[in-house]
């Protein structure tokens, strides 16, 4: 059985993994299937049906918002938006980071020492408000949304990947492919990167709570995800403006949310014990 199987199988051993991940998962089976299987759509208004309480009656079973509609399915829609917004400024911060961090750590010298300078600068801007500035400026919108929280994220990738670059171009079988003569891209994707799966499927479990947040900070603040869409960050914010009227309205998506981000942060934490259990046989 090869490590990375060996891995697996542990992972599907820890409850800690297996609930946090079942959870998730159970999460966006309901946000897909949740507005198909429902009578309502997320756009209808119903005005005979302002701020009705949740219940049973006409299948509001999250009660309705300030224009009547359907609160669940615009819960579910939040769901998907909020997931699909960190899972792809997860992904762009993954590539970056690692191929940065990897680039950096493996060549080192003064490129190295350039490159880590660069994202001392970076990482030293404020960025919350340079993202703010960004989506003004050029009006939100889905891709737009992508690239700030991306361009946040990847910094502390590319700081954790290199630090174990650093170790690992020491090992014996990195320094075999030098003295062969292999090439440093290759040795990069076929050496490197193999040997940063576990640090990297950590961090990004960790981070996707952080992008998360900060897709949700920015439709807080009525920067992010703009009408007919909505997402979890946006439906916290119209529920705290009818807090007294219809605390509902609060109360669902903040619980869907703060679910969603203990759920990721439990896994994180689940696949560092996996891992670190792994590396100390």
């Known amino acids: 059985m090869s490590a990375l199987a060996r891995t697996f199988t542990r992972a599907r051993r820890s409850k800690t993994v297996v609930i946090s991940g079942g959870t998730l998962v159970a999460i966006a089976i309901v946000s897909i299937l949740g507005p198909l299987l429902s009578p309502h759509d997320y756009l209808t208004t119903n005005f005979d049906r302002i701020l009705q309480s949740p219940g049973l009656s006409q299948f509001n079973i999250f009660g309705t918002d300030n224009l009547g509609r359907d609160l669940f399915v615009r819960a579910m829609l939040g769901v998907q938006v909020t997931l699909i917004v960190a899972m792809v400024a997860s992904a762009m911060s993954l590539v970056i980071?690692?191929?940065?961090?990897?680039?950096?750590?493996?060549?080192g010298g003064r490129v190295d020492a350039v490159m880590m300078r660069l994202v001392d600068t970076v990482y030293a801007m404020p960025f919350i408000f340079f993202v703010i500035l960004l989506l003004v400026v050029f009006e939100s919108n889905f891709l737009l949304i992508?690239?700030?929280?991306?361009?946040?994220?990847?910094?502390?990738?590319?700081?954790?990947?290199?630090?174990?670059?650093?170790?690992?171009?020491?090992?014996e079988f990195v320094q075999a492919a030098q003295l062969m003569g292999v090439s440093t891209p290759r040795i990069i994707f076929r050496h490197i990167a193999p040997n940063?799966?576990?640090?990297?499927?950590?961090?990004?479990?960790?981070?996707?709570?952080?992008?998360?947040?900060?897709?949700?900070?920015?439709?807080?603040?009525?920067?992010?995800?703009?009408?007919?869409?909505?997402?979890?960050?946006?439906?916290?914010?119209?529920?705290?403006?009818?807090?007294?009227?219809?605390?509902?309205?609060?109360?669902?998506?903040?619980?869907?949310l703060a679910a969603v981000l203990l759920c990721f942060n439990f896994l994180g934490d689940g696949l560092r014990d996996v891992f670190d259990s792994r590396q100390s046989r």
């Open 196 to 256: 940063l799966v576990g640090v990297v499927i950590v961090y990004v479990t960790l981070t996707i709570p952080q992008a998360i947040l900060i897709e949700s900070f920015l439709s807080f603040l009525g920067l992010g995800i703009q009408e007919p869409r909505t997402s979890l960050g946006k439906l916290v914010n119209d529920g705290t403006l009818a807090m007294d009227s219809a605390p509902w309205m609060l109360l669902m998506p903040a619980t869907l």
């Open 97 to 107: 980071g690692v191929l940065y961090g990897a680039t950096a750590g493996f060549v």
């Open 146 to 171: 992508f690239v700030a929280i991306g361009a946040i994220n990847w910094l502390d990738m590319a700081r954790i990947v290199r630090g174990q670059t650093l170790s690992l171009r020491e090992r």
